[in-house]
């Protein structure tokens, strides 16, 4: 058995006692800030998700979810109007980010070389940083200039919506696919299979648990987006199952509405407008959770 | 249905880094042909190039010819993936596809070329390319499991029986050993020696006994000094260039004096 010789440990005087005291003390100063600061933050949230849970249940009730808001004044009526409108918008704008999102990652990834590869990462970064006000003018003009001044529709709403998430789904689809070992693109080569179907086949898979999730993730930010649909999709208190045409109302938008147009039974606007942010928090809830459940569906299996 | 490999006047390079310079030689068909050589003296490299992998890396080019079986795989006109269907490869770290089954691993080249394959077929496609890695009994009862269950020798085994499930001409192993133990090792070696029954190998090693136990012929490179190309030294029977090489190198080389 080895002997260890503590040559220093004589050394091990009051001073380093002193220092080893003054360190304890720093760690446990430094425990208690990051612990209350934590807490700090966790109350608005809490005090948050408690408002919206209390106040919201008062109208969480069948009529709330099988009704829309036509002909209603004062009491009564439901948001089924906006739970459409929002699947539908949310729908039309995954179909129409998803596919340029993806594809643009994989140009960037397994493609793109030089000047042209360089630029659209930099376009990209500044889509990211688009005030979602700004893509909201932006359908409108783009629908405007081929409708007709003023044309209102989901589809413009959808539109709004995709500038604001393609950056999204290309920023993480990008890192799933960089994060796929070349290993397995030069197995693939090393097979004679050709690129293209190489991606198809073994870097699409191995990446899309982070991408769907990363999609999931995505859809949870644009779905509460508020300011462009005002603009493009409007308001109505009518079921609309057409994307094509006519004003569409987003559950966000509904929140606007009952809480700026109060009638005279102000109670009563208050209610479906806490409702509504209840179902819109749950949503957004269910939405991060399920992303994990699918990202671990998706994920390659290792027993 | 193995093939002889004639390598001419080749240069390799990586950007305007020269790799290899100017090899030329012939590899025999159904013969296992080492390439052994200190780190950097572009062995790898070389292997690369016979299959036309070498190009997959962005600035990479080569110059000079490679005919398997007499035909120039670097013509003009020629589709690399048509040379890599025939020339297969197995790499240094073993590389299942981690989305796959052990049994769609293996059929994976054959359904990736979209070749159309019954469900019959396809059983008898896995059973013999496993059996001839030397896996089959390991894994008959878990066919349906992820490849990535497997251990590392396995899984290098895999990755074997997945390169000969398209039924190449050529098989070329970078280094297929180097991330195994020695009983993994062991049963890589044994396999090989069935192999050169029906194909053309070429390994790269470090393993210099491994040269010696597994390769009939041997060819040893080196380089210069850094950012200098690697070139060939001397190609000769295994035997001859570990018991009486006619270069001083190769002699300092083999008996460990260097490298």
Redesign the interface.
Known sequence: MAVIVLDRAPTLTLTTRTVRRGRRAANTAATWVIGVLFILALVPLASLAWTAFSRGLARFDTDFLTNSMRGVVGAGGGALHAVLGTGLITGATIALSVPVGIAAAIYLVEYGRGAFARTVTFLVDVMTGIPSIVAGLFAYTVFSLVLGPGARSGLAGALALSLLMIPNVVRTSEEMLRLVPDDLREAAYALGTPKYRTIGKIVLPTAMSGIVSGVMIGVARIVGETAPLLLVAGYSDAMNYNLFSERMTTLPVFIYQQWKFKGTDVAAYDDRAWTAALMLIAFVLVLNLSSRLVARVFAPKTR | MSTAIDITSLNAYYGSFQAVADVSLTIAPRSITAFIGPSGCGKSTLLRTL?R?HE?I?GARVTGSVSVDGEDVYATGVDP??????V??V?Q?P?P???MSIRDNVL??V????RRLSRHDGDDVVERSLRAAGLWDEVRDRLG??G??LSGGQQQRL?IA??IA?EPDVLLMDEPCSALDPISTLAIEDLMAGLRASYTVVIVTHNMAQAARISDKTAFFTIDGARKPGRLVEYDDTTTVFTSPSQQATADYVAGRFG
């Open positions: 299959n992998m997959v962005p993936v048509l040379v890599r269907q025939r297969g490869m790499f770290r590389n596809f981690p989305t994976a080249g359904r990736l070329q979209r499991k992820p990535s269950s990755c997945r390169a398209i």
